[in-house]
């Protein structure tokens, strides 16, 4: 079973920028596409971003593209979700997940809550205006 450790959250002013930390434990991110969505209080969980496993893929939802970036880092095993220019309607619980696969498939990336296996607890960011 992996667990998922977020970290990062807060609360920022419009226009401010924070960046989440994924990390599992007791894994390595062999083989994982990774991503970010979240939930507002009243909303359903919706779809932030997306890193293929080799992270020679990414895709965003059109609400944060060109504001939010997803990364990681091979070597510290961790994905990050680096978030500039921030909106009040980016106030949210920011969730990190993540999906096994048995192989190396090259560019997959996942854009919907079930086609994930694992999620971390949630961090909130709160953006006041």
């Known amino acids: 079973q992996v667990q998922l450790i977020e970290s990062g959250g807060g609360l920022v002013q419009t226009g401010g920028s924070l960046r989440l930390s994924c990390a599992p434990s007791?894994?390595?991110?062999?083989?994982?596409?990774m991503g970010w969505f979240r939930q507002a209080p009243g909303k359903e969980r919706e779809f932030v971003a997306t890193i293929s496993w080799s992270a020679d893929s990414t895709y965003y939802a059109d609400s944060v593209k060109g504001r939010f970036t997803i990364s990681r880092d091979f070597a510290k095993n961790t994905v990050y979700l680096q978030m500039n220019s921030l909106k009040p309607e980016d106030t949210a619980v920011y969730y990190c997940?993540?999906?096994?696969?048995?192989?190396?498939?090259?560019?997959?990336?996942?854009?919907?809550?079930?086609?994930?296996?694992?999620w971390g607890q949630g961090t909130q960011v709160t953006v006041s205006s």
């Open positions: 997940a993540a999906k096994q696969f048995v192989s190396p498939i090259v560019g997959v990336v996942l854009t919907t809550p079930p086609q994930y296996d694992y």
């Open positions: 007791g894994r390595t991110f062999s083989w994982y596409v």
